[in-house]
Protein backbone atom coordinates (compact mmCIF):
# COMPACT_ATOMS: atom_id res chain seq x y z
CA UNK A 1 0.00 0.00 0.00
CA UNK A 2 1.55 3.04 -0.88
CA UNK A 3 1.68 6.29 1.31
CA UNK A 4 -1.21 8.58 0.71
CA UNK A 5 0.53 12.14 -0.83
CA UNK A 6 -2.07 13.88 0.67
CA UNK A 7 -0.88 13.19 4.17
CA UNK A 8 1.23 16.29 3.91
CA UNK A 9 0.76 18.44 6.90
CA UNK A 10 1.39 21.43 8.48
CA UNK A 11 2.92 21.73 11.95
CA UNK A 12 2.03 23.98 14.72
CA UNK A 13 4.05 23.11 17.57
CA UNK A 14 3.72 19.31 18.16
CA UNK A 15 0.19 19.71 16.66
CA UNK A 16 -0.05 18.42 13.12
CA UNK A 17 -3.20 19.01 11.47
CA UNK A 18 -3.47 16.84 8.16
CA UNK A 19 -5.07 18.19 5.24
CA UNK A 20 -7.56 14.94 4.40
CA UNK A 21 -9.89 15.86 7.42
CA UNK A 22 -10.44 19.01 6.08
CA UNK A 23 -11.46 18.03 3.05
CA UNK A 24 -12.99 15.53 3.58
CA UNK A 25 -15.76 17.68 6.09
CA UNK A 26 -16.09 20.28 3.91
CA UNK A 27 -16.75 17.34 0.88
CA UNK A 28 -19.46 15.36 3.10
CA UNK A 29 -20.70 18.85 4.20
CA UNK A 30 -21.50 19.92 1.09
CA UNK A 31 -23.18 16.52 -0.08
CA UNK A 32 -25.56 17.27 2.74
CA UNK A 33 -26.20 20.26 1.56
CA UNK A 34 -26.94 19.01 -1.52
CA UNK A 35 -29.09 15.93 -0.77
CA UNK A 36 -31.05 17.62 2.58
CA UNK A 37 -33.32 14.56 2.95
CA UNK A 38 -30.57 12.08 3.00
CA UNK A 39 -29.44 10.94 6.48
CA UNK A 40 -25.62 12.15 7.61
CA UNK A 41 -24.83 9.14 7.73
CA UNK A 42 -25.69 7.95 3.73
CA UNK A 43 -23.87 11.32 2.84
CA UNK A 44 -20.48 10.16 4.42
CA UNK A 45 -20.67 6.84 3.18
CA UNK A 46 -21.59 7.67 -0.69
CA UNK A 47 -18.55 10.43 -0.36
CA UNK A 48 -16.21 7.84 1.23
CA UNK A 49 -17.29 4.71 -1.52
CA UNK A 50 -16.70 7.64 -4.18
CA UNK A 51 -13.01 8.75 -2.95
CA UNK A 52 -12.29 5.13 -2.41
CA UNK A 53 -12.55 4.45 -6.31
CA UNK A 54 -9.15 4.87 -7.66
CA UNK A 55 -7.04 7.41 -6.63
CA UNK A 56 -8.37 8.08 -3.02
CA UNK A 57 -6.08 11.89 -2.26
CA UNK A 58 -7.12 12.69 -6.16
CA UNK A 59 -10.54 11.66 -5.65
CA UNK A 60 -10.41 14.09 -2.35
CA UNK A 61 -8.89 17.02 -3.73
CA UNK A 62 -10.49 17.59 -7.07
CA UNK A 63 -14.28 17.13 -5.02
CA UNK A 64 -12.49 19.70 -2.71
CA UNK A 65 -11.70 22.20 -5.23
CA UNK A 66 -14.72 21.58 -7.62
CA UNK A 67 -16.89 22.89 -4.66
CA UNK A 68 -15.22 26.61 -5.72
CA UNK A 69 -15.16 26.75 -8.58
CA UNK A 70 -16.98 29.92 -9.37
CA UNK A 71 -19.04 29.27 -12.84
CA UNK A 72 -20.70 26.29 -11.03
CA UNK A 73 -19.68 23.92 -13.18
CA UNK A 74 -17.79 21.91 -10.95
CA UNK A 75 -14.30 22.21 -12.24
CA UNK A 76 -11.75 21.35 -9.93
CA UNK A 77 -9.34 23.29 -11.93
CA UNK A 78 -11.26 26.36 -12.18
CA UNK A 79 -11.40 26.13 -8.12
CA UNK A 80 -7.95 25.57 -7.46
CA UNK A 81 -7.50 29.23 -9.49
CA UNK A 82 -10.70 30.54 -7.18
CA UNK A 83 -8.47 29.24 -3.67
CA UNK A 84 -4.98 30.68 -5.06
CA UNK A 85 -6.50 34.41 -6.08
CA UNK A 86 -8.79 33.75 -2.55
CA UNK A 87 -7.51 31.57 -0.26
CA UNK A 88 -5.99 34.66 2.17
CA UNK A 89 -9.56 36.03 2.83
CA UNK A 90 -11.04 32.66 3.84
CA UNK A 91 -11.23 32.29 7.39
CA UNK A 92 -8.96 29.31 8.87
CA UNK A 93 -10.51 29.38 12.58
CA UNK A 94 -12.45 26.42 13.21
CA UNK A 95 -15.21 26.58 16.00
CA UNK A 96 -13.30 26.64 18.97
CA UNK A 97 -10.30 28.62 18.00
CA UNK A 98 -11.72 31.35 20.08
CA UNK A 99 -11.25 28.97 23.64
CA UNK A 100 -7.30 27.86 22.11
CA UNK A 101 -6.53 31.59 20.57
CA UNK A 102 -4.18 32.01 23.41
CA UNK A 103 -2.42 29.25 24.33
CA UNK A 104 -2.22 27.98 20.26
CA UNK A 105 -1.94 31.26 18.43
CA UNK A 106 -0.06 31.03 14.82
CA UNK A 107 1.87 33.57 14.03
CA UNK A 108 1.17 35.34 10.40
CA UNK A 109 4.15 33.43 8.74
CA UNK A 110 2.94 30.31 10.35
CA UNK A 111 -0.46 31.05 8.75
CA UNK A 112 0.83 32.30 5.60
CA UNK A 113 3.16 28.80 5.30
CA UNK A 114 0.38 26.67 5.88
CA UNK A 115 -2.18 27.97 3.52
CA UNK A 116 0.79 28.25 1.03
CA UNK A 117 1.32 24.39 1.85
CA UNK A 118 -1.64 23.48 1.53
CA UNK A 119 -2.70 24.92 -1.51
CA UNK A 120 0.81 23.44 -2.73
CA UNK A 121 -0.95 19.96 -1.85
CA UNK A 122 -3.73 20.91 -4.25
CA UNK A 123 -1.68 21.93 -7.20
CA UNK A 124 0.18 18.39 -6.97
CA UNK A 125 -3.40 16.68 -6.92
CA UNK A 126 -5.14 18.85 -9.92
CA UNK A 127 -2.77 19.07 -12.52
Known sequence: MSKPRLEAAVRHG?????????????NIHRAMKANPKESPRKAADDYY???GKGDTERNR???????YDPTESNDPRKGLEWLEDNAAYLSTAS??????????QAT????NK??????ST???EIK
Open 122 to 124: LRQ
Open 14 to 26: DQVMAYNADMDAV
Open 95 to 104: PGAHLLKDRF
Open 61 to 67: ARRFCAG
Open 49 to 51: TFI
Open 108 to 111: TDQQ
Open 114 to 119: AREDFL
